[in-house]
Nanobody, 124 residues
Framework: QVQLVESGGGLVQVGGSLRLSCAAA????????MGWFRQAPGKGREFVAG????????YYADSVEGRFTISRDNAKNTLYLQMNSLEPDDTATYYC?????????????????WGLGTQVTVSS
C-alpha cells in the first residue's frame, strides 16, 4: 500500500491557476498508476486525470481536457495536477489515488489507496 497526502488547494478566482501535489510514502510509487479525482458537495466522486507508471500515457476527463495537466516525479514520489483557467464548476475536494495495475481506470472502485483530499474553491 501507499500512503498519499494532497496539498496545494485553496481559494482562487475564475480564470486562475493552482497546482496540486500528492506526496506518496513508500518505495513503490513508481509501480503505481496514479489518478486525480474530485467530489463536489452532493455529487459522486469523478475522474479528473490519470497517469501510468512511466508517465508515458495520460488521460483526462472531457471537462478538464486542455486546462489541466497531470504529471509525476518518480524520484520525488510525487504526483502533480496543474490546473489552469479554473471555472466555478471545478470547485470540489480533490483526491489522489493509486492502483497497482499499469492501466489508468476512470472508476474510483479500481483504486486501492486514497489521500484525504484538498479543497479547491473557484470564486466567480
Amino acid at each position: 500500500q501507499v500512503q498519499l497526502v494532497e496539498s496545494g488547494g485553496g481559494l482562487v478566482q475564475v480564470g486562475g491557476s493552482l497546482r496540486l501535489s500528492c506526496a506518496a510514502a513508500g518505495r513503490t510509487f513508481d509501480k503505481r498508476t496514479m489518478g486525480w479525482f474530485r467530489q463536489a458537495p452532493g455529487k459522486g466522486r469523478e475522474f479528473v486525470a490519470g497517469i501510468n507508471r512511466a508517465a508515458s500515457s495520460t488521460y483526462y476527463a472531457d471537462s478538464v481536457e486542455g486546462r489541466f495537466t497531470i504529471s509525476r516525479d518518480n524520484a520525488k514520489n510525487t504526483l502533480y495536477l496543474q490546473m489552469n483557467s479554473l471555472e466555478p464548476d471545478d470547485t470540489a475536494t480533490y483526491y489522489c489515488a493509486s492502483r497497482g495495475n499499469d492501466y489508468v481506470s476512470r472508476r474510483p472502485l479500481d483504486y486501492t489507496d486514497w489521500g484525504l483530499g484538498t479543497q479547491v474553491t473557484v470564486s466567480s
